[in-house]
């Protein structure tokens, strides 16, 4: 069973920085892209930065220059610094990613996994 721990959220001041950790754990072959979201109350859940299997990332425009997404392969980690933090981050982040399990005997597939959530909270 697959599963997406995510850890390190908390309340920190403006201007502050957190350090976002999701670590994939089970029987895994291997992991494509991996991905943070946020969700603020009342609103639609937001990409906030992705990173592909080589390591390639991206971005959204509102976290750029301030956000970096990083991941660990051998860990099967995927990592999210936030730093000049502001009262606008405050959300739900949720770790996700394609993650290829066994599948039968022979056989794998590429699936779909959330985290459970982590709130992060900036205040002014």
């Known amino acids: 069973q697959v599963q997406l721990v995510e850890s390190g959220g908390g309340l920190v001041q403006a201007g502050g920085s957190l350090r976002l950790s999701c670590a994939a754990s089970?029987?895994?072959?291997?992991?494509?892209?991996m991905r943070w979201y946020r969700q603020a109350p009342g609103k639609q859940r937001d990409l906030v930065a992705a990173?592909?299997?080589?390591?390639?990332?991206n971005y959204a425009d509102s976290v750029k220059g301030r956000f970096t997404i990083s991941r660990d392969n051998a860990k099967n980690t995927v990592y999210l610094q936030m730093n000049s933090l502001k009262p606008e981050d405050t959300a739900v982040y949720y770790c996700?990613?394609?993650?290829?399990?066994?599948?039968?005997?022979?056989?794998?597939?590429?699936?779909?996994?959330w985290g459970q959530g982590t709130q992060v909270t900036v205040s002014s």
């Open positions: 996700n990613a394609n993650i290829r399990e066994p599948y039968g005997s022979t056989s794998y597939r590429t699936s779909n996994y």
């Open positions: 089970g029987t895994i072959f291997g992991i494509n892209a």
């Open positions: 990173v592909t299997g080589g390591g390639s990332t």
